[in-house]
């Protein structure tokens, strides 16, 4: 089938990639021309392991390309996915739509036969209803279907969960558009991935309240957390406890840091500005944003306790500051909120993280870039693990951190308590009894 992917950012990118592995002839287009020139010769503007490879495959058996001419490429397509962002909107909370709107015009100009027009970008209930409306001021109603597919892709893991979702949603009455997209779909069906066909309204509402619900699961679990450490339970085990109960599931109850990413704190606040505009009390997802907003001033006050409140000069190492491991995206990561807060406090912060050097900190002072675990660690004061990346889940830290005292403040629960005080290492971690 030829494809249309418009937007090379995450979701574009990606799906068009693995869409064209599963040997679809896909266009990617970008107005980004120095971005859609570097993609031309295979290189990658994000960090996801593996998609490198998968496209230079496919460029080279000619499945795939990459343009920044949108009208032209919409022309050579059957099939056009929508997959530009849909940010906060700046001083609000609805998500900003102008980019996805924009498209729309433009396809207006250029639907030359029949097209389905799908957002796969996370868009708010009614937004695939404004888009038919828009179409509809150049073009008669047989000449496309504006089509919901959403994408559930996590970053770090997202040719894996394109190959096997647990789910495919498309959501449209199209009979037509329909059987086009189980067939685009057959060979992840034939893998064992479940298609659902539902109407377009609740496809767009389906991705919001996945992860909505998603957040819920962490922040219950990180609340769960806090009176483990006041009653010295080990949170691991009541997240087995509650995970093998089928109706709860075991994934997700992992307690850390404040969720953070590209997706959980923007869907979270849209769903719950949709839900005003119908005049709906979305009660659990606005206290869920709250909880996870006073987490990492709760983790802080962890770490002052555990320094004592002596943080002035203190040197502290962040093991990785991105939002979770596997990915080089800083967007709403807790170690935003952290990491300038120590520094204001007359912290020395050195952090390491596998992505390399963060924009982020620049103009910090205090806060310095290392290039290696071993140096960002030697001679600290305190050790946090900030992120689950596998390289910093077996350290030798006697040998890294070279001081007396050592003190470690595991956010991911990473190492073993028991293992850690055998070794007589200091060390501190999440939802496991800490007094
Ligand atoms: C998410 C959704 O999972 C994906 O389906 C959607 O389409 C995009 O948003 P992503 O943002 O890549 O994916 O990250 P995810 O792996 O879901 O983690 C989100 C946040 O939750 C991270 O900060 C992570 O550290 C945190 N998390 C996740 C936990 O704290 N505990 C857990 O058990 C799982």
Sequence with gaps: MKLCMIGTGYVGLVSGVCFSDLGNQVICVDKDLVKINKLQNGIIPIYEPGLDELVKRNIKNKRLSFSNDLKDSIKKSDIIFICVGTPTKKG??????????????????????????????????????????????????????????????????????????????????????????????????????????????????????????????????????????????????????????????????????????????????????????FKTNLSIIKSVIKSNKDRSNLLLKRIYGILNNKIKNKKISFLGVTFKANTDDMRDSSSLKMIPELSRKGAKVQYYDPTGFKEEFKNYKNVRNAKSISNCLEKSNLVIIHTEWNDFKSLDFKRLVKNKKIIIFDMRNLYSPQEMIKKNLKYFSVGRGFK
Excluded at 117 to 134: F, L
Excluded at 185 to 206: M, Q
């Design 92 to 277: 609000g909370s609805s998500a900003d739509l102008r980019q996805i709107y924009g498209v729309a015009k433009d396809l207006s100009k250029s639907l030359n036969k029949f097209k389905i027009i799908i957002t796969k970008s996370t868009v708010p209930v009614t937004t695939g209803d404004e888009i038919e409306k828009i179409l509809l001021t150049k073009n008669s109603k047989n000449k496309f279907a504006v089509v919901s597919n959403p994408e559930f892709l996590r970053e770090g893991e997202a040719i894996r969960d394109f190959v096997y979702p647990d789910r495919i949603i498309v959501g449209s009455n199209d009979k037509k558009s329909n059987k086009i997209l189980k067939n685009l779909y057959s060979p992840l069906i034939a893998k064992g991935a479940k298609y659902v066909n539902t109407s377009r309204r609740a496809a767009e509402l389906i991705k919001y309240a996945s992860n909505a619900f998603l957040a819920t699961k962490i922040t219950f679990i990180n609340e769960i957390a806090n009176l483990c450490e006041k009653t010295n339970i080990n949170v691991d085990d009541i997240s087995i406890g509650m995970g093998l109960d089928q109706r709860i599931g075991s994934r997700f109850l992992r307690a850390g840091p404040a969720y953070g990413g590209s997706c959980f704190p923007k869907d979270t606040k849209a769903i719950i500005s949709t839900a005003d505009k």
